[in-house]
Each structure stands twice: as structure tokens, then as C-alpha cells.
């Protein structure tokens, strides 16, 4: 298929995604076993995911959002605005963030540094995706889904310009077409 001019290949497949996603959950269930977590999702990239994961949580969980903004077309612009905060208190309380992909890791930078200041008693970070090669700082990620190479990715919630976020699956975006 071509979308805006660019080759597209199937990088994972929806049956992939779900399986996937049941493992984080499991994961996360396990290492929250007992305790109460407040999940923050990084709209809007992460919607779709995180609709998935939460319905595989079997935990006291609080869900709350936070929308952020990067990205113009393909190329992360560096500069994370906050477009509407949590509503949700979470001193004291055991956090996990929950994003659709790490790039740059600029925008976990500054969901950290944001979210650091509310004073929670520990933040830990979910990402579906994460592009290694991409990231400019050593943040650790505690909960990939899958790490791949550089290009572009869309489907599954994430968009190019706010489009093909309800593709089921997720492709990856190759060099132009002419
Ligand atoms: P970072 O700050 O560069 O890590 O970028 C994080 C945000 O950029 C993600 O939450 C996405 O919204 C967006 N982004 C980065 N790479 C891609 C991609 O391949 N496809 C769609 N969105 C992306």
C-alpha cells in the first residue's frame, strides 16, 4: 500500500500486537502484585494500546491522561508542549506511564521531569514501541512491547499528521515513491 507517496510494509500484525500485549500485562500484573497503580497515558499516540493493556490489568488501577505534543509530519520537532495535564493527584502513588513509542526519548525526558515534580512514590515507563538507534538519552524503558530500526511507523494509534491511527496493524513507512 502507498501513503503519502511512501511504500508501506506490515510490521507486526494485529494477532502479534495482542499477544504482546497480553505479555506486558502479565508482567505488570506480576510486578504491581498487591499494590495500587495509577496508569498515565501519553495521548494520543497511546490510546489504542492502552485500551488493550488496561482490559488485561488485573490490579487496583487508576487511569488517567496527558496530552502531549513533538511530532510534525516524520520528524520530532524537540519540543514537548503539554497540552492538558493529568487530573489525577499522584503523590505517594506507584506510576506507570504509558506511551506508544520512545523516538528521540525527549518526551519521556520531559514526562519524567514533569511528572517527577508531582512527587510519586515510584514512575516507571510503558512503551509499545521503541526505536533504540533513535534515542539520544539513556533513559531506560521498563516495559517495550517491541524495540525497531528507525523508519516510520503508523497503525495501532500512531499517526502520520493525525491520520492512520485506526489501521489494526502496524506498518512501517519505507523510502518514497516517485
Ligand atoms: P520522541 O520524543 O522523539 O521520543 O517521540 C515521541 C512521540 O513522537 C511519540 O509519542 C509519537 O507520538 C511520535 N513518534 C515518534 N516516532 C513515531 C513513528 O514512527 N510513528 C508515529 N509517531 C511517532
Do not use: W
Not at 92 to 118: R, S
Amino acid at each position: 500500500m502507498i501513503i503519502n507517496g511512501m511504500q508501506s510494509q506490515v510490521l507486526f500484525g494485529k494477532d502479534a500486537i495482542a499477544s504482546r500485549v497480553k505479555q506486558i500485562a502479565s508482567q505488570i500484573n506480576q510486578d504491581f502484585h498487591g499494590q495500587s497503580l495509577v496508569i498515565v497515558g501519553v495521548l494520543k499516540g497511546s490510546f489504542i494500546f492502552l485500551a488493550d493493556l488496561l482490559r488485561e490489568i488485573d490490579l487496583d488501577v487508576q487511569t488517567t491522561f496527558i496530552q502531549v505534543k513533538s511530532y510534525e509530519g516524520t520528524a520530532s520537532t524537540g519540543n514537548i508542549e503539554i497540552i492538558q495535564d493529568i487530573d489525577a493527584d499522584i503523590s505517594d502513588k506507584e506510576v506507570l506511564l504509558v506511551e506508544d513509542i520512545v523516538d528521540t526519548g525527549l518526551t519521556v525526558a520531559a514526562m519524567l521531569k514533569h511528572f517527577t515534580e508531582k512527587k510519586p512514590r515510584s514512575l516507571k515507563i510503558c512503551s509499545l514501541l521503541h526505536k533504540p538507534d533513535s534515542q539520544l538519552n539513556e533513559i531506560p524503558i521498563d516495559y517495550v512491547g517491541f524495540s525497531i530500526s528507525k523508519e516510520f511507523v503508523i497503525g495501532y494509534g500512531l499517526d502520520l499528521d493525525g491520520k492512520f491511527r485506526q489501521f489494526p496493524n502496524i506498518l512501517q513507512l519505507k523510502s518514497e515513491v516517485s
